[in-house]
T-cell receptor, first 115, second 114 residues
Framework: GAGVSQSPSNKVTEKGKDVELRCDPI?????LYWYRQSLGQGLEFLIY????????KSGLPSDRFSAERTGGSVSTLTIQRTQQEDSAVYLC?????????????FGPGTRLTVL | GDSVTQMEGPVTLSEEAFLTINCTYTATGYPSLFWYVQYPGEGLQLLLKATKADDKGSNKGFEATYRKETTSFHLEKGSVQVSDSAVYFCALSSSSGNTGKLIFGQGTTLQVKP
C-alpha cells in the first residue's frame, strides 16, 4: 500500500517568505507527527496529532511555526517569515494509534532551503 | 528532560566484521526504545524496538537488548554486509504521557567496505 507522502520534495525560498509543507499519512493511521532534521540539531520532534485530541505542540521552536490536520488525514506545516536557521529537512510520520510502542512510518521529507 | 546519546561516527568496518553501536538514554520510568535506519537516498524506517526491560529486539540480523540497569540499548550485528551501510538512529518514546513522540540520538553513520 501507499506510504507516507510529502510535498514538495524540495523548497527554496527567500528569507521572510511564508512556506507550506504538506503531508499525506498512511490511510487509517490516527496519529501524525512532524520532525525536523538539521545538521546542527539532529532529529527534533515538532508536533503531534492524534484523532480529535488537541495537538501536542511542545516541539515547535517559535510562534512562526504552526500546523493543522484537516479531517484527521492530511496535515500542513506552515512556517511564517522564514529565517535561514529554518533550513532543514522536514519529516512527517504516521502511526496506527500514536502509542509509545507504535512503529512510526516516515515520509521522504521536504528539504527546505532559506536563502 | 529525556535524552538519547549515541556513539559518534562514522564507523567504518570491513564486510563480515562484528558491529556494535552504543546507545544510552536518560528518561523517567520505562520508555520504549527503538533503532531506526536511514539507507542512502531513502527515508527513515524502523529496524527494531523493545518496550520493556530485558526485551530483545531483532531484525535482519541486528539485535539490541533493553538494559534498565545500565540505561542502554546497544545495537549489534555479528557479520555486517556492504548493504548495511546507512545512518542508524537510536530513539526513545517516553512512558509519561502517551503521545509516542520520539527523541532521537544524533545518528551514527556506518560504512561497510567490501
Amino acid at each position: 500500500g501507499a506510504g507516507v507522502s510529502q510535498s514538495p520534495s524540495n523548497k527554496v525560498t527567500e528569507k521572510g517568505k511564508d512556506v507550506e509543507l504538506r503531508c499525506d499519512p498512511i490511510s487509517g493511521h490516527t496519529a501524525l507527527y512532524w520532525y525536523r532534521q538539521s545538521l546542527g540539531q539532529g532529529l527534533e520532534f515538532l508536533i503531534y496529532f492524534q484523532g480529535n485530541s488537541a495537538p501536542d505542540k511542545s516541539g515547535l521552536p517559535s510562534d512562526r511555526f504552526s500546523a493543522e490536520r484537516t479531517g484527521g488525514s492530511v496535515s500542513t506545516l506552515t512556517i511564517q517569515r522564514t529565517q535561514q536557521e529554518d533550513s532543514a529537512v522536514y519529516l512527517c510520520a504516521s502511526s496506527l494509534w500514536g502509542g509509545r510502542a507504535d512503529e512510526q512510518f516516515f515520509g521522504p521529507g521536504t528539504r527546505l532551503t532559506v536563502l | 528532560g529525556d535524552s538519547v546519546t549515541q556513539m559518534e561516527g562514522p564507523v567504518t568496518l570491513s564486510e563480515e566484521a562484528f558491529l556494535t553501536i552504543n546507545c544510552t538514554y536518560t528518561a523517567t520510568g520505562y520508555p520504549s526504545l527503538f533503532w531506526y535506519v536511514q539507507y542512502p537516498g531513502e527515508g527513515l524506517q524502523l529496524l527494531l524496538k523493545a518496550t520493556k526491560a530485558d526485551d530483545k529486539g531483532s531484525n535482519k540480523g541486528f539485535e539490541a537488548t533493553y538494559r534498565k540497569e545500565t540505561t542502554s540499548f546497544h545495537l549489534e550485528k555479528g557479520s555486517v554486509q556492504v548493504s548495511d551501510s546507512a545512518v542508524y538512529f537510536c530513539a526513545l518514546s517516553s512512558s509519561s504521557g502517551n503521545t509516542g513522540k520520539l527523541i532521537f540520538g544524533q545518528g551514527t553513520t556506518l560504512q561497510v567496505k567490501p
